[in-house]
């Protein structure tokens, strides 16, 4: 079973409600020894209430259990049980909080090695059964992630300290801290795949935006015939090293700078697939210019250039063509591995490039040349 697989288990409530440790841990077991109460989550489930409703409805039995207003207790209870469902879950004793929800399938009975007749030594009954326990990789999931938490809020802690927070908005959200906890970090990839469907034009810059200015962005088919259509999927990685947090410089915008990255990789893959692709035909001088690294310092001073991959250099006029992503197929996908935080992501295109537009680099001085020049 691999780590992915063992995520299943992991609970993630959000919740509004602020209820203290105690009083959650004693909610749960007034929950547990009145079968009212227990009939009212199944009475909520059937009939699909709210969990306003279903909130407003456990207040008075366990506050009448509690001895207090247990209004908050309440109010995190129902949505617990309207976002996680009629799961086994598996509750820590220091928060009152669900760690994990499990099925019987992660339940584990395991039988008792039998002793070696030994002189002197009564034998065991061989395979007596021991206490059902967690399966041995799910244990040791929950114990890793229970710590890294642990660690993680220690680390917050340490780290709120550093920065100069308003009372409007608070240490406990602000961005800035993000970087520093697995659960920050999460919350950084929640915004980068948000910003996703807009990055291409919006978030290109430089000689990136130069090269997407020349086509137009549409959302259906172009009418002009006569262009030439290709079709493919920009994929962009970036990593981020995560080896030591409390090395970071909190004012560093991690996901601004990823969504950064992200938009000048797919604009510099969607330039080297034209550039591969298409014949230039045209003579008008270029705006921008798509090229090689080869060729780069060569191009530079006429138009901006654009480093591509590939061996072909062209460059491109005003209304080069159409360009049509599909937002609506974007994927990405995020991991922690070796102290690294790495983001994928990728989008189906189709461009309808018109090569009049298109003219052939002129013959330059390759890199080697125009370096030893340079030196000479």
């Known amino acids: 079973m691999t780590t992915t697989d063992l995520t299943r288990v992991d609970v993630d409530v959000s919740s509004l409600a602020r209820p203290s440790s105690e009083g959650l841990l004693q909610a749960r077991e007034a929950i547990k020894g009145n079968e009212g109460l227990g009939e009212v989550f199944i009475t909520a489930r059937d009939e699909g209430w709210t969990a306003a409703s279903l909130a407003e409805a456990l207040v008075p039995g366990i506050s009448q259990a509690l001895g207090h ?12 049980y309207l976002q996680v469902g009629n799961a086994m879950l598996i509750i820590s004793t220091e928060t009152g909080k669900a760690i994990a929800r499990v ?48 660690r993680d809020q220690n680390l917050f802690h340490e780290m709120m300290a550093r920065v100069q927070s308003t009372d409007l908005i608070g240490p406990e959200n602000d961005r800035r801290l993000n970087p520093v906890t ?88 969607l330039a ?13 001088a270029p705006v921008a210019w798509l090229a090689p690294a080869t060729y780069a310092a060569g191009l530079s001073g006429q138009a901006p250039v654009l480093v591509i991959e590939g ?15 599909d937002r609506s197929a974007i994927k990405c996908a995020a991991r922690e591995v070796h102290d690294r935080l790495e983001v994928a992501a990728s989008i189906p295109y189709t461009i309808w490039v018109d090569t009049s537009r298109m003219v052939a680099a002129p013959a330059v001085k390759g890199q080697e040349s125009f370096v030893a020049e340079l030196v000479r």
């Not at 207003?69 to 617990?80: G, I, K, P, W």
């Not at 920050?184 to 810059?205: H, M, N, Q, T």
């Not at 981020?240 to 970071?248: E, G, L, R």
């Not at 080297?272 to 008008?284: K, N, R």
Request: with cysteine.
């Open 103 to 150: 099925t019987d399938e992660d339940i584990w009975v395991p039988k008792r090695a039998p002793r070696h007749e030994m002189p002197g030594v009564m034998t065991q009954a061989r395979g007596e059964p021991l206490a059902p326990r967690l399966r041995p990789e799910l244990e040791g999931y929950l114990i890793w992630k229970l710590s890294e938490e642990e």
């Open 69 to 80: 207003d247990a209004t908050e207790e309440a109010r995190y209870l129902a949505d617990e």
């Open 272 to 284: 080297s697939a034209l550039a591969g692709e298409a014949t230039p035909q045209g003579t008008e």
């Open 182 to 269: 697995r659960k920050g970090r999460k919350a950084i990839v929640e915004e980068i795949r948000d910003a996703l469907p807009y990055l291409l034009p919006g978030r290109a810059s430089g000689a990136a935006r130069t090269f997407l200015d020349c086509l137009t962005f549409v959302e259906v088919d172009p009418l002009p015939e006569g262009l030439v259509r290709m079709e493919g999927t920009l994929e962009a990685r970036v990593t981020v090293p995560v080896q030591d947090p409390k090395a970071f410089n909190l004012r560093h915008d991690v996901p601004t700078r990823i969504i950064a990255v992200l938009a000048a990789r797919w604009s510099r893959s």
């Open 311 to 325: 061996e072909d250099a062209v460059g491109l006029s005003q209304g080069a063509g159409f360009v049509r992503v």
